[in-house]
Nanobody, 123 residues
């Protein structure tokens, strides 16, 4: 059971990135997935989630209109498209998976976690 997050980097304000989270088949099939982030000296927070089918998504208020989440079940991959990045988006972004088909915004509902990918927004 493995989740591998990638796509982070150092970008200027206003830039875009696409974060990816590749999952082993056993992790990915049938389960909802989510992205969380942890900024320096802050607690980890919910960012976005997607149901197992990809038909339902939910975004934190702080990223609505700028971020979107999607998944490609054929590739066992979930994506987080991040646009119009701000300095306050600087964080380590983690992907997570759970067995339930329904998404959740609570960290404790996710069993599997990736190692995180760093996003730094700075001019």
């Amino acid at each position: 059971v493995q989740l591998q997050a990638s796509g982070g980097g150092l970008v200027q304000p206003g830039a875009s990135l696409r974060l990816s989270c590749a999952a082993s088949e056993g992790t990915f099939s049938g389960g909802a997935m989510a992205w969380f982030r942890q900024a320096p000296e802050k607690e980890r927070e919910f960012v976005a989630a997607v149901s197992s089918s990809g038909g339902s998504t939910y975004l934190a208020d702080s990223v609505k209109g700028r971020f979107s989440i999607s998944r490609d079940n054929a590739k066992n991959t979930v994506y987080l498209q991040v646009n119009s990045l701000k300095a306050e988006d600087t964080a380590v972004y983690y992907c997570a998976a759970r067995s339930s088909t329904l998404y959740s915004t609570r960290q404790r509902d996710y069993v599997y976690w990736g190692q995180g990918t760093h996003v730094t927004v700075s001019s």
